[in-house]
């Protein structure tokens, strides 16, 4: 592995099914993010962890759980998807020097219906 | 609340020059950065700013006014592949980054 992974590239799922989005990181950063990218919206941020066995809560949480187990993990679970949640998932990690920047997944493209 | 703008969509020629402006209000100001993502792929890092002034990088530099809650993104000698959406983040108070929307760079030849 170089960098950070996701799995799965896309999935389609119907109304009210449980998913885990996965992400996975080689680089051994402290930071990991899960952002959603919806068409003329900003990434916006659901859940992060600075680090492992720690989570918080980002600008829309709501629908999503995360975990932290180790450095290089990081899933997010949708328990019951809701069409709403259809959109572009994108996780991330950054480490604690220097400007901090983020580096990101290839993204999952996820389809509620 | 906390927002970042930018203009939507730019277009320009090939060879030319583009500034991307970003204005910012947020909660705090831990640093602005500048993210080229191109269709379909992942954002990727171009530049930070976190003093006022200038940073060059190539054919690519940024510029920063914390006074003003203002950057821009300045790309010289446009090439066709620099066809992509450029995204602005400011790190707030939280050092939690919040984002703009993008600027949709159309480069025609």
């Known amino acids: 592995i170089a960098g950070i992974t996701q799995a799965p590239t896309s999935q389609i799922l119907a109304a009210g099914r449980r998913m885990t989005l996965r992400c996975t990181q080689d680089?051994?950063?402290?930071?990991m993010y899960w952002y959603r990218q919806d068409l003329g919206l900003g990434l916006r941020l659901i859940h992060y962890s600075n680090t492992a066995g720690t989570t918080g809560k980002g600008e829309v949480p709501d629908g999503y759980s995360v975990s932290r187990a180790n450095t290089d993990d990081f899933p997010l679970t949708l328990a019951s998807a809701v069409p709403s949640q259809t959109s572009v998932y994108f996780c991330?990690?950054?480490?604690?020097?220097?400007?901090?920047?983020?580096?990101f997944g290839p993204g999952t493209r996820l389809t509620v219906l | 609340g906390q927002n970042i703008d930018q203009p939507t969509e730019m277009t320009a020629t090939e060879g030319a020059i583009v500034q991307i402006n970003c204005t910012y209000q947020t909660s705090g100001f831990n640093g602005l950065f500048w993210y080229q993502q191109h269709a379909g792929e992942a954002p990727t890092f171009l530049s930070y700013n976190v003093l006022d002034g200038l940073e060059e990088k190539g054919r690519f530099s940024s510029f920063l006014s914390r006074s003003k809650g203002y950057s821009y993104l300045l790309l010289k000698e446009l090439q066709m592949k620099d066809s992509a959406s450029y995204l602005c983040a400011v790190k707030d108070s939280n050092y939690q980054l919040i984002w703009g929307a993008g600027t949709k760079l159309i480069i025609k030849p």
């Open positions: 991330a990690s950054s480490d604690d020097e220097g400007s901090g920047e983020q580096f």
């Open positions: 680089m051994r950063h402290n930071a």
